[in-house]
């Protein structure tokens, strides 16, 4: 699968708007994730339980690309969390 | 300016910003994380934390509760210690570095925001009715709140306004199952954006789904009883029952604080501002809906009411506030995309604004239209309706930074324009140049580097307050690059070199996860006279001179993200003046079903013999 960079990561992030469609669609959302916390937790910073919970779960099926009415890749996004996790010791 | 200021009373900021839309707070926050120390105050009038207003459609129709519209997290302004104070901003003493408050409160300031939004344009002032109860414009949550409330009592309701706001509305009408009046005054839906073909398209799907639709229809007249809307007149003698009307006829930039300012401010259909955000006053900047930047295809100032935009704006404004040196992002061409019912809009560009200079294709195969603007190989506008969203940041990232789409045109008008692959493969080519070569591409080295081309481009001063436009044809060739499937191999080789020999910044632990190439910070560019030259050309040369800004440059994004620094040049169109058409060669506007690139074969013909 061909995914994409952190800059282009962050850019979709900045043009989300908030409808939360993606987390709608998802079969694999846990607990009660806001899509605020998990574009902040995406990016940088410390990563919340809820969140890890989330990211663990998804399983990259992309149902959740679909229905963003601007076209965003959430699927990317939950791939580089996915990234930042592994590497700050989540998945360990 | 006759306000008496208390002066006793004055507090002072370094960084002030007036307004806590998204492009305030985005502006704050990022303030904050480029200064730690500087003391930043928004100051609003605004009732409620900041929202996702574009989530607030998917709130009228209950899909998210109040709480979900937070665009951050509740507590965010506290934990990055950015004072709120619940005032209006009325005036602006520029030459003395302060505003006055509502109740005559002076607040001192180095840097100024004006992040002041928008509001919505309403009915005429002087239609008749226009004051009864049940006629609500949709822009504020209170708007929605508000029209929520009633929602139980409606049966008929009257929607005015021919934009996506407007449909966006009729469809959530739609879901609550009220008999919906749409009133478009153009006899097409969109008119400054889409063409007949796309409109009928969107208004074909809406009548379906069952709003009755008035094209060339105007309310001249609101008709109440007892204080309360009962029905419109129209300009077409026609009176239609509804309970409530909703107005959704656009937005106008809150311009008040330019005019309540001191020192004069240039205001034209909003603050003008340069890239950097700085408006025509000394220290004072502008973001977010209030604000007028020049698009490069057009060079007009105009405001883009847009959420991507407005975070973008709030970016680049707090890293010039802050006195932050780094901002490699730019505004580039509007984008604006959303959903129009079962429909998906993308335009990427202007492009109406090329239809006599731009070669036009377009494709309504399977429920879908696209139409793509291209100028010689580059594409300068974009259009998409159909049941997906196409990646419209990767579309406009092509258009920014002038790629060619000789390879991908025909990817891109049916819609199967996959942008992780294109981009991914870019980045490929890239290293592969640098195996074989031995040294770092120049950004065009990454366009198309299995043969020979052509390229076009143009630069553009996008200083606010200056225009000089230049541009520069420039043919280049680029060297056949040896596609040995080893090449990965070779790549990891030539990194390790590279590396060694300190030309390539590697980003730091949370930044790469993929290999980015194009040109290094510190490498040099070559000139254009260093390049390769082909001379013989089917181009015909575009009138105007300066230099050729170097396009595809993915070390743009090698940087360290939220840095910000203002590229001094960042466009690469070319505006054509109408009386330039005979040079540039005859517009083609064709409808290609078959999406057939025989438009090229006309238009190379047309310019073999000499037209």
Known sequence: MLHKTLPQIAQELHACIGCNECLLACPAVTGSVSIDVLNRETLSGPISVPVARFARACYQCSACVAPCPVGLHRDAMMMWLKVRMLRSGWGE | ?611
């Open chain 2, 1 to 611: 300016m006759t306000r008496h200021i208390k002066m006793n009373s004055v507090d002072n900021a370094e960084i002030v910003i007036a307004g806590n839309g998204i492009a305030g707070l985005t502006a704050a926050i990022e303030a904050r994380r480029l200064a730690p120390d500087k003391r930043i105050v928004i100051i609003t009038d605004q009732n409620h934390p900041t929202i996702n207003t574009p989530a607030l459609k998917q709130f009228a129709i209950d899909k998210l509760t109040r709480e979900q519209l937070l665009a951050y997290p509740a507590g965010t302004e506290r934990a990055q210690r950015i004072h709120v104070i619940n005032a209006r901003v009325e005036e602006i003493h520029a030459q003395q570095n302060f505003v006055c408050l509502t109740g005559g409160r002076g607040f001192g300031y180095e840097s100024l925001l004006i992040a002041t939004g928008s509001v919505a344009t309403g009915l005429p002032q002087n239609l008749p009715g226009r004051d009864f109860d049940g006629i609500l414009t949709l822009h504020r949550l209170n708007d929605y709140l508000d029209m929520r409330r009633r929602l139980s009592e409606i049966e008929d309701a009257v929607v005015v306004g021919g934009g996506p706001h407007a449909i966006e509305t009729v469809v959530c009408l739609l879901y609550w199952g009220i008999r919906v009046h749409w009133l478009i005054r153009s006899d097409t839906f969109f008119p400054s954006t889409l063409d007949r073909p796309a409109s009928d398209m969107v208004l074909e799907r809406i009548r379906r789904a069952g709003a009755k639709v008035y094209t060339q229809t105007e309310v001249i007249g609101v008709v109440g009883r007892v204080g309360s809307v009962n029905g419109v007149v129209t300009n077409q003698h026609q009176f239609l029952p509804c309970q409530l009307v909703l107005v959704c006829t656009g937005t106008t930039p809150v311009t008040t604080l330019a005019t309540h300012c001191d020192l004069p401010m240039k205001c034209m259909r909003g603050i003008l501002v340069d890239d950097q955000l700085r408006s025509s006053v000394r220290s004072i900047y502008a973001a977010g809906d209030v604000a007028a930047i020049r698009d490069p295809q057009s060079g007009e100032y105009a405001p883009r009411a847009q959420w991507y935009a407005a975070v973008l704006q709030g970016r680049i404004a707090a890293a010039a506030m802050a006195g932050s040196a780094v901002h490699e992002e730019s505004f580039g061409v509007p984008w604006h995309a959303t959903r129009l019912g079962e429909l998906s809009l993308l335009t990427v560009g202007n492009p109406f604004q090329w239809r006599y200079t731009a070669t036009t294709l377009t494709d309504d195969s399977k429920g879908s239209y696209r139409r793509v603007s291209i100028v010689d190989d580059r594409l300068v506008g974009y259009l998409s309706l159909g049941p997906s969203q196409p990646d419209g940041l990767a579309i406009k990232k092509l258009i920014d930074e002038g790629h060619s789409i000789r390879h991908i045109e025909k990817a891109l008008l049916k819609g199967k324009f996959d942008a992780r692959k294109y981009f991914s493969h870019q980045r490929s080519y890239a290293a592969q140049y640098m195996v074989h070569t031995g040294k770092l591409p120049a950004p065009d080295a990454l366009e198309a580097p299995h043969q020979s081309q052509t390229q076009v481009g143009t630069l553009r001063e996008t200083g606010p307050l200056t225009s000089s436009d230049k541009a520069i044809t420039q043919n280049v060739a680029m060297n056949r690059v040896n596609t040995d499937p080893l090449y990965e191999v070779h790549v990891q080789n030539a990194l390790d070199t590279l590396a060694q020999q300190k030309t390539i910044v590697f980003f730091e632990e949370n930044e790469s996860l993929f290999f980015e190439s194009g040109l290094a910070p510190n490498q040099p560019k070559q000139r254009p006279s260093e390049l390769p030259c082909v001379i013989d050309s089917t181009l015909v040369a575009l009138p105007s001179n300066g230099s050729r800004r170097n396009s595809g440059n993915l070390w743009s994004y090698s940087e360290k993200l939220p840095a910000v620094k203002a590229r001094p040049k960042n466009s690469q169109f070319i505006i054509f003046p109408r009386s330039d058409k005979k040079e540039i060669g005859r517009t083609q506007e064709r409808k290609h079903p078959s999406s057939s690139l025989w438009a090229y074969t006309e238009k190379h013909a047309a310019v073999k013999k000499g037209h």
